[in-house]
């Protein structure tokens, strides 16, 4: 199976999926990450920092656009290959980006149909009028281009068509267990990442010019991750709804569920301590 990630920063497939990348890694699928922005001026903590400081380091403060981006690629590259991750592409567009463009639909369209993903993941778009947040920004384009990507023809466009299996869309804004309350909104799919959650820790640790380093990486996987993690009744998950309706030909039931002991599972569920088991390296 091929498993391809979408998103705006160069950061994002790590902090929302990184675990379960991981995870299908370790099974032996190829993991495709595209990042439609360079991440220049997102979450530019290391040099805004800088400039803080009564003797600040006249490289890191007087930093260019081409050297922040080529930095965070380097934390990319690391992160991804912690991770797991078969190859990173970048299309490097400007982050300050606030409205769909035509050109970077027919260009995302076109990675699609070359990677032919079996399964693409990108962020749960908000209201579209939020036009600041980039990442509803960069998932309506994913969105459009997967439109596109299924009207290719192999006579008139030189390509076939092509149409992804499922869509798990990330960071959407709850997670409880409860279908009927909130009309069926909720994180439909959790993976455990319990046992590569170390990994996805050191991973965000590469990411030091957001300031994701160190007590960040452990705080959010431990907020988000943990509450995740205790709707599914696991020590760590990262939680995922389905763009796509699933056919099956019985019933289905997980492992997971088969085996679940709602009299124990809060026990369970609270085995690791983060912080104890990956330190901060000094």
């Given at each position: 199976m091929?498993?391809?990630t979408v998103?705006?920063?160069?950061a994002d497939?790590?902090?929302?999926?990184g675990?379960?990348?991981?995870?299908?890694a370790d099974?032996?699928?190829e993991?495709?990450?595209?990042?439609?922005?360079h991440?220049?001026?997102?979450?530019?903590n290391?040099?805004a920092?800088e400039?803080?400081?009564?003797?600040?380091?006249?490289a890191?403060?007087g930093a260019?656009l081409?050297?922040?981006v080529?930095?965070?690629?380097g934390?990319?590259q690391?992160?991804?290959?912690i991770?797991?991750i078969?190859?990173?592409v970048?299309?490097?567009?400007d982050?300050?980006?606030?409205a769909?463009?035509d050109?970077l639909?027919e260009?995302?369209a076109e990675h699609?149909?070359?990677?032919?993903?079996?399964v693409?993941i990108c962020d749960?778009?908000?209201?579209?009028?939020?036009?600041a947040?980039?990442?509803?920004?960069?998932?309506t384009?994913?969105?459009?281009?997967l439109?596109?990507?299924?009207?290719?023809l192999r006579?008139?466009?030189g390509?076939p068509?092509y149409?992804v299996?499922q869509?798990?869309?990330?960071s959407?804004?709850?997670?409880?267990?409860?279908?009927?309350?909130?009309?069926?909104?909720r994180?439909?799919?959790?993976v455990?990442i319990?046992p590569?959650?170390g990994?996805?820790?050191?991973?965000?640790?590469?990411?030091d010019s957001q300031?994701?380093s160190?007590?960040?990486a452990?705080k959010?996987?431990?907020?988000?991750?943990?509450e995740a993690?205790r709707a599914?009744?696991?020590?760590?998950?990262?939680?995922?709804?389905?763009?796509?309706?699933?056919?099956?030909a019985?019933?289905?039931?997980t492992?997971?569920?088969?085996a679940?002991d709602?009299?124990?599972?809060h026990?369970?569920?609270?085995?690791?301590d983060?912080?104890a088991e990956?330190?901060?390296?000094?």
């Amino acid at each position: 199976m091929k498993v391809m990630t979408v998103y705006a920063h160069p950061a994002d497939t790590i902090t929302n999926c990184g675990g379960t990348l991981a995870r299908h890694a370790d099974a032996g699928d190829e993991v495709v990450a595209l990042i439609l922005t360079h991440g220049g001026r997102i979450h530019a903590n290391r040099y805004a920092e800088e400039w803080r400081k009564d003797t600040p380091d006249a490289a890191i403060a007087g930093a260019g656009l081409d050297d922040i981006v080529a930095f965070k690629k380097g934390e990319l590259q690391r992160a991804a290959d912690i991770v797991g991750i078969s190859r990173v592409v970048t299309l490097d567009r400007d982050d300050r980006d606030a409205a769909l463009h035509d050109e970077l639909v027919e260009a995302v369209a076109e990675h699609l149909a070359a990677e032919r993903p079996d399964v693409l993941i990108c962020d749960y778009p908000q209201n579209p009028v939020m036009a600041a947040n980039t990442h509803t920004v960069a998932t309506t384009t994913v969105l459009a281009a997967l439109g596109r990507a299924g009207a290719y023809l192999r006579n008139l466009d030189g390509r076939p068509e092509y149409h992804v299996k499922q869509v798990y869309l990330t960071s959407l804004p709850v997670f409880p267990t409860d279908g009927l309350s909130l009309f069926g909104v909720r994180n439909d799919v959790f993976v455990d990442i319990t046992p590569v959650v170390g990994r996805k820790v050191a991973a965000m640790d590469c990411f030091d010019s957001q300031g994701y380093s160190g007590l960040f990486a452990r705080k959010l996987i431990e907020s988000a991750n943990g509450e995740a993690g205790r709707a599914a009744g696991v020590n760590f998950a990262e939680g995922f709804y389905r763009l796509y309706n699933e056919t099956h030909a019985l019933l289905p039931v997980t492992a997971a569920a088969m085996a679940d002991d709602p009299l124990t599972r809060h026990i369970s569920y609270s085995r690791v301590d983060l912080r104890a088991e990956y330190p901060i390296a000094d």
